[in-house]
């Protein structure tokens, strides 16, 4: 098993900075591959990024692309997501997620961290 948890979220303004931490334990995670989505109120948790347990294959969103960045750190079994030039549209709650196919569906995930809270302000 492998327990996710997220830290980092908070309130920013749009233009500001986040960066988000998923630490894992239980279980390394440097065979896995790791993925980071978001939920908004009502919705679908959507693809946001996600990096092949090497780190060095990494795929996003396009709405992302160029402003958030996914990176790991497998001695720490630790994942981060940077997420620059925010803007309130990335408002959601953000989830980490284990997976040992590198995919972007949300729907073959194995494990999923609790979840934490991103809001940009205008």
């Known amino acids: 098993q492998v327990q996710l948890v997220e830290s980092g979220g908070g309130l920013v303004q749009a233009g500001g900075s986040l960066r988000l931490s998923c630490a894992a334990s239980?279980?390394?995670?440097?065979?896995?591959?790791m993925g980071w989505f978001r939920q908004f109120p009502g919705k679908e948790r959507e693809f946001v990024a996600a990096?092949?347990?090497?780190?060095?294959?990494?795929y996003y969103r396009d709405s992302v692309k160029g402003r958030f960045t996914i990176s790991r750190d497998n001695a720490k079994n630790t994942v981060y997501l940077q997420m620059n030039s925010l803007k309130p549209e990335d408002t959601a709650v953000y989830y980490c997620?284990?997976?040992?196919?590198?995919?972007?569906?949300?729907?073959?995930?194995?494990?999923w961290g609790q979840g934490t809270q991103v809001t940009v302000s205008s």
């Open positions: 239980g279980r390394t995670i440097s065979n896995y591959g």
């Open positions: 990096i092949a347990w090497t780190g060095s294959n990494t």
């Open positions: 997620a284990a997976n040992k196919i590198l995919v972007s569906d949300a729907s073959l995930y194995d494990y």
